[in-house]
């Protein structure tokens, strides 16, 4: 069965940092997009980040560009996506997805969320 599971959300002060996992297991990792995307309560999914594991290209969502990072561990088939000087606005579920063609595409598979609120 092909899982992915998000993990390490949780509270934040405005201006801390967070790093979020997506553990994945059932699809050949090296082969895939997996992408970070958010909801907010009222809000559109927002596509953040998203890393190619066959080239390594790697794209960020403007509005966390210089502020985020998204790495794969090719051993542990996660992939991780780092948050600094986090802002109320990035307050939002994040979920990470996995796509056999590309970044932002459809996205095959799809794991539960982990919620990150950044407080004022």
């Known amino acids: 069965d092909v899982q992915l599971q998000a993990s390490g959300g949780g509270t934040v002060q405005a201006g801390g940092s967070l790093r979020l996992s997506c553990a994945t297991s059932g699809f050949t990792f090296n082969n895939y997009a997996i992408g970070w995307f958010r909801q907010a309560p009222g809000k559109e999914r927002e596509g953040v980040a998203c890393i190619t594991n066959r080239d390594g290209r790697i794209y960020y969502a403007d509005s966390v560009k210089g502020r985020a990072t998204i790495f794969s561990d090719y051993d542990e088939n996660r992939v991780y996506l780092q948050m600094n000087s986090l802002k109320p606005e990035d307050t939002a579920v994040y979920y990470c997805?996995?796509?056999?063609?590309?970044?932002?595409?459809?996205?095959?598979?799809w794991g539960k969320g982990t919620q990150v609120t950044v407080s004022s």
């Open positions: 997805a996995a796509d056999s063609l590309m970044c932002f595409h459809t996205m095959d598979y």
